[in-house]
């Protein structure tokens, strides 16, 4: 995949000044997800950041799963998220598990505890947690703090040997319990878990805290700028730490950068497992998800995602991206791939009565009138055709220029049709609109005569292929989303269902093709429901933009 380099950011400028003054020969990056759920949006700005920045000056990106812990984890998540950043068209250099390092980092854990830096602490988490410490006031050093290195070492190996019960004991750093810095006072480094891993199976029942494991795995596989969220700046002391008291051959450096947030969207995959598992949607996919797999079955492209990530840049400062930014980028993505095509999503029936009857002829039409190489197709049109049922007013407001009694319009690719009569049930209700039209106005004909002001899109009644449409909007309306009430306040039209047409060369379509329905949007043949002869689609956006690209 040919990369296009991102804009100038502070993280460019340090690679770049590294690699000028020699302190760094080759960029290494690495991305280290936690196989606990689905990849989203969010994450993707941390893949493409990664890769690309590696990609730019000729260095490597690895992937590493965090899989310290096995309560929360699985193979499930593993291949999702292995397909998902491959879906976004990347492709690491060396694939990792956390749980690769296990007896390593066990190793490196007993040299701290050798060299006086670690010891074991029989507090619970409750007493550790009070005498942790304010942000006001120093914590308190743990009566187990000045144990032996001889007992130390015996009650590690006894943690590992399985003789205590989960949370009895844990391994902690011994640093500073005055330390300004929280995460300096003492950190803990191993806790206890008796649980089934996804990869080490039931080998292990000790298992390293996050901030030991990660510095320890960048070191191991000789990570140069090792990028996270700015959420971690006050743990980089402790990255520092670690892989400084552990004797590391290779220092690797952490810089952080503003995690990325957009509105109406759901950033916390705490929060997309309670949607998941409270059935607010269909799975993770859900096309309403912003997780990697649900945005792909709606329709999203990675080229769109990319050049959206690119265009966000990377910033120290926390700010939100309107979602509209998105849309934009995948329309335009979109306007040139997409052919064009015309569906009724709520269908009104059009009765042509001086259209011979059994008649049906082919007209032509361009599949997208601004790529002339995706050619031409034929579409059927005959007596009976479908409009949108909100193309006709019987009591038409002002300027409206759609269907009427008494108004002409014009029907893309066809003819000038002119409302003569209503059809209406007993409870009057308008079910049947009855039009004459005139043979002379047959669109690519040439014809000069009168003009009309409306074009009003339809499908051929006989030929044209049932379908249902999708359409979306976002699941939260809260601009942030912080409480867990959040599942009380979703937004109840997320999604509507409609039943309606498309013309018949769409039973072709396959999953994830993508099409632009005239005045409707950007649509894409749903991955998990629709079936041949009766395809689903998924509005991926509408063609109107509420994004301003000048205003940015």
């Known amino acids: 995949m040919e990369t296009k380099p991102a804009s100038s950011n502070f993280i460019k400028t340090i690679i770049a000044e590294d690699l ?14 936690e196989p606990n759920g689905y990849l989203h949006i969010g994450h993707a700005k941390a893949i493409c950041l990664n890769f690309e920045l590696a990609d730019e000056f000729g260095g490597r990106t690895n992937l590493r799963f965090d899989d310290t812990n096995p309560v929360k984890e699985d193979t499930e998540y593993v291949e999702g998220i292995l397909n998902d950043i491959r879906w976004l068209g990347f492709q690491w250099d060396e694939l990792h598990f956390a749980s690769d390092y296990f007896e390593e980092n066990y190793n ?37 703090r000045n144990r032996s290195v001889e007992e130390n070492l015996d009650l590690f190996a006894r943690m590992r040997a399985g003789e ?23 950190p803990v480094l191993y806790r206890i878990l008796h649980a089934h891993h996804h990869k080490t199976g039931d080998a292990w029942c000790i298992y390293p805290m996050y901030d030991f494991s990660h510095p320890l795995g960048d070191a191991l596989e000789g990570v140069t700028h090792s990028l996270c969220s700015l959420e971690y700046e006050d743990h980089r002391p402790l990255y520092d730490w670690v892989i400084r008291e552990c004797e590391m051959e290779h220092v690797s450096r952490q810089y952080e950068f503003a995690r990325f947030n957009m509105t109406n969207t759901i950033m916390s995959k705490r929060y997309l497992k309670k949607l998941v598992e409270s059935g607010s949607v269909d799975g993770w996919d859900d096309p309403r998800m912003p997780t990697i797999t649900g945005m792909r079955r709606r329709g999203y492209t990675p080229e769109a995602i990319r050049s959206f990530m690119r265009e966000v840049g990377v910033a120290k400062a926390v700010s939100t991206v309107d979602a509209s930014y998105l849309d934009h980028f995948v329309r335009e993505d979109l306007k040139l791939k997409a052919p064009r095509t015309m569906a009724v999503l709520e269908p009104l029936k059009v009765v042509i009565t001086n259209y011979p009857e059994g008649q049906v002829e082919m007209l032509d039409a361009e599949n997208n009138p601004e790529n002339e190489e995706m050619g031409i197709r034929q579409i059927p049109f005959s007596r009976e055709i479908w409009i ?29 049709i002119k409302c003569e009569e209503v059809i209406k049930d ?77 013309e018949p060369n769409m039973a072709e379509a396959a999953p994830q093709d993508k099409f632009q329905f005239f005045r409707h949007g950007y649509f894409n043949v749903d991955s998990k429901y629709s079936a041949p002869g009766k395809p689903v689609f998924n509005r991926i956006v509408s063609l109107k933009s509420s994004y301003d690209p000048g205003a940015k």
């Open 108 to 144: 490196l854990a007993v040299m701290l505890i050798r060299k006086g830096l670690a010891y074991v602490d029989d507090q619970s988490p409750e007493e550790m947690r009070i005498n942790r410490g304010t942000l006001t006031e120093p914590g308190k050093e743990s009566p187990y």
């Open 426 to 502: 007993a409870d009057g209700n308008v079910v049947e609109i009855r039009c004459t039209y005139d043979p002379e106005t047959k669109s690519g004909s040439g014809f000069t005569g009168r003009k009309v002001k409306g074009t009003i899109h339809w499908v051929d009644a006989t030929k044209g292929l049932p379908a249902e449409f999708r359409l979306y909007e976002p699941l939260v309306l809260d601009e942030k989303v912080d409480s867990e009430t959040f599942l009380e306040r979703l937004n109840p039209n997320s999604l509507t269902t409609l039943q309606g047409y498309v």
């Open 20 to 33: 000028k003054e020699g302190r760094v020969r080759q960029v290494v990056t690495r991305f280290p997800p």
């Open 388 to 416: 949108e049922r909100d193309d006709f007013a019987e009591n038409p407001p002002p300027k409206y220029h759609r269907l009427y009694p008494g108004n002409e319009v014009r029907l893309k690719h066809a003819y000038f």
């Open 164 to 186: 205590f019960k989960d949370g009895e004991r844990v391994l902690r750093a011994k640093i500073d319990m005055a330390s300004p810095n929280i995460n300096m006072r003492d």
